[in-house]
């Protein structure tokens, strides 16, 4: 099983829609996690952090829930310029300190006009 | 302003032939990592480094080496044991501790030739 799974997609979304993005971890031990954004050829970038509170950024809402090891994201109200491959990202740290990500594949979302 | 760079953008290897890739950050960030990234596949983590003159392997160290001599430059070599270089290759780093993300750099593309 890998450590980080994501629906594989592609979304391709009407613009204006909803669209929610989920994301399971295996690793009970995984301390933070985060929602990146990665356009064709680039880098990733820092979207948004996850709390088990859900938080919100304009139209982004991210929810973590321990229990159940699962992620979501959600986009509301989507642009063209939300198109992307969103990324599902876990830390964990070991006993000795060192920390390291684990990447889901991503979900390759397209918004259609 | 501060950042991570990666330099070349694009790197041409022929077969058998040692390259390095570099990758430098002004953010006075302790941990540094290098990833590859495949089509279709997540990040996967080669090396990390915590501290200078200390490094760790990752989940496909074989075939790569680094060096951490200074806080600032944490430079990849792809040796010719590597039997599939052709890849995307991203640096980053992190503040130790905290649930901060990653600030990546903006990629080398390495292509065996």
């Known amino acids: 099983r890998k450590e980080v799974e994501q629906d594989p997609g592609p979304f391709n979304v009407p613009e204006g829609a909803t669209v929610a993005f989920n994301c399971t971890y295996s690793?009970?031990?995984?301390?933070?996690f985060f929602w990146y954004r990665q356009d064709c050829r680039k880098e990733p970038k820092l979207l948004m952090s996850v709390y088990s509170s859900g938080n919100e950024d304009g139209r982004f809402t991210a929810q973590l829930n321990r229990a159940s090891q699962y992620i979501s994201l959600l986009i509301r109200d989507s642009k063209l310029s939300d198109s992307a491959t969103y990324l599902c990202v876990v830390n964990k740290k070991s006993n000795f300190g060192n920390e390291k990500l684990t990447f889901g594949t991503g979900t390759r979302l397209t918004i259609i006009p | 302003d501060g950042g991570i760079t990666q330099s070349p953008k694009y790197l041409f290897r022929k077969e058998g032939q040692n390259v390095t890739l570099s990758c430098e950050q002004n953010?006075?960030?302790?941990?540094m990592y290098w990833y590859r990234q495949d089509p279709g596949q997540g990040l996967r983590l080669i090396y990390y480094s915590q501290i200078v003159n200390d490094f760790q392997k990752g989940d496909i160290a074989e075939g790569y080496s680094v060096s951490r001599e200074k806080k600032e430059s944490f430079p990849l070599t792809v040796t010719s044991a590597q039997k599939n270089p052709t890849a995307f290759y991203l640096c980053a780093s992190k503040e130790q501790g905290g649930g901060y993300g990653y600030t990546f750099g903006s990629g080398t593309r390495l292509t065996v030739v």
């Open positions: 953010l006075n960030h302790d941990a």
């Open positions: 690793n009970s031990a995984s301390q933070s």
